[in-house]
Antibody, heavy 119, light 107 residues
Framework: VQLQQSGAELVRPGASVKISCKAF????????INWVKQRPGQGLDWIGY????????SYNQKFKGKATLTVDKSSSTAYMELSSLTSEDSAVYYC?????????????WGQGTLVTVSA | DIQMTQSPASLSASVGETVTITCRAS??????LAWYQQKQGKSPQLLVY???TLAEGVPSRFSGSGSGTQFSLKINSLQPEDFGSYYC?????????FGGGTKLEIK
C-alpha cells in the first residue's frame, strides 16, 4: 500500500489550492481516505475523510467551508481543495488510510504536501 | 469534541532506558486509542491501535495499555531510532483528535 501526494504549493492569500493523493497497492474503494493538517512545529489536526466507494464525506467542523474532499475512482486518486487561503492554512497536509484496520486508525500515510500561503 | 492530553510534552532519555508517555481523554473512549511516532520531516507512523494492539512490524519493546480515559505507551530499552515525537489519537468516532505530542530526545 502506498499513498503518493502531489508536490509543494506556494499560493497567494485568498486563493484556492487542490492537492492530490494517489493510492497504489490496494482496491481504492475499499478504504476511507483521511486528511490531516500539521502546522510547522505543531501537532496533528484531523480534517475529514471521504469514502471512495460512495463519495460520502465527514468533516471536522473546524474545517467545514475550508476543505472539500473528492475522489476520482478511475485513477484511484483523492483530492482536497482548500479555499480562501490565509497564513493559518500554511501547513503540511497528509492523506492517510485505515488500510483495513479500525476506522480512524491510520496505518498508511502519504509523504505530505507542504502548502505555503504567501504574497 | 474529545480532548486528548499528553504528558510530558518533552522527555530526555538515554539509549537502553525505559520510558512511559501518558495520554488522557476528556471522556470515556473505551479502548479506541492509537499511538503514532513521527520523525523530523517524515509522516507519522502507526505504532499501536485499540490501546494495546501493536501495528504490523512494530518492535515488541513498544507496548500500549489503558482503557476509559487513561492510557500509556511504554518503550523498553530505548534504541537510537526511537527518538522523535509521539502522538496519541482517539478513534472513537469523528472528529478524531490527537494529543499535543511528546518529543523524545537523546540525553
Amino acid at each position: 500500500v502506498q499513498l503518493q501526494q502531489s508536490g509543494a504549493e506556494l499560493v497567494r492569500p485568498g486563493a484556492s489550492v487542490k492537492i492530490s493523493c494517489k493510492a497504489f497497492g490496494y482496491t481504492f474503494t475499499n478504504h476511507h481516505i483521511n486528511w490531516v493538517k500539521q502546522r510547522p512545529g505543531q501537532g496533528l489536526d484531523w480534517i475529514g475523510y471521504i469514502n471512495p466507494y460512495n463519495d460520502y464525506t465527514s468533516y471536522n467542523q473546524k474545517f467545514k467551508g475550508k476543505a472539500t474532499l473528492t475522489v476520482d475512482k478511475s485513477s484511484s486518486t483523492a483530492y482536497m481543495e482548500l479555499s480562501s487561503l490565509t497564513s493559518e492554512d500554511s501547513a503540511v497536509y497528509y492523506c492517510a488510510s485505515e488500510g483495513g484496520l479500525y476506522y480512524g486508525t491510520f496505518a498508511y500515510w502519504g509523504q505530505g504536501t507542504l502548502v505555503t500561503v504567501s504574497a | 469534541d474529545i480532548q486528548m492530553t499528553q504528558s510530558p510534552a518533552s522527555l530526555s532519555a538515554s539509549v537502553g532506558e525505559t520510558v512511559t508517555i501518558t495520554c488522557r481523554a476528556s471522556e470515556n473512549i473505551y479502548s479506541y486509542l492509537a499511538w503514532y511516532q513521527q520523525k523530523q520531516g517524515k509522516s507519522p507512523q502507526l505504532l499501536v491501535y485499540n490501546a494495546k494492539t501493536l501495528a504490523e512490524g512494530v518492535p515488541s519493546r513498544f507496548s500500549g495499555s489503558g482503557s476509559g480515559t487513561q492510557f500509556s505507551l511504554k518503550i523498553n530499552s530505548l534504541q537510537p531510532e526511537d527518538f522523535g515525537s509521539y502522538y496519541c489519537q482517539h478513534h472513537y468516532g469523528t472528529p478524531y483528535t490527537f494529543g499535543g505530542g511528546t518529543k523524545l530526545e537523546i540525553k
